[in-house]
């Protein structure tokens, strides 16, 4: 199934924000627009280190830009495509910082 970015314009404002990630979430994006995933585990053939959130969360975490960057989506597989969701973006030592506090809720709640 084809992958359907939800928030894309969430990407397209921290682009904008920080010029020198453009080129790695443009990469990135390439990739996902001739994505075709059938289940979680297919993420991996396109993204080969994207972690993929436990507990029945719908998460993973993308690694960008050799792994300067990094984005937490949210997946629902639908019946003509699959769904994802920006939940959010961020330099690699903020995602450190992001684990640390333990709180955001669309990375760590199985609720959202």
Known sequence: MTVHLIRKD????????NAQSRDAFEEWMSKLKIAEWETSSDM????????LLGNGSSRAVFDIGGNKY?????YAFGEKQV???????GSHSEYDKLCK???HPCFFSSQK
């Open 44 to 51: 991996k053939s396109t993204f080969p280190s994207v972690d």
């Open 101 to 103: 506090m333990n709180d």
């Open 83 to 89: 769904h994802l969701f920006i939940c959010w973006i």
């Open 10 to 17: 969430t990407i397209e404002l921290y682009s904008i924000q």
């Open 70 to 74: 990094r984005l937490i989506g949210k």
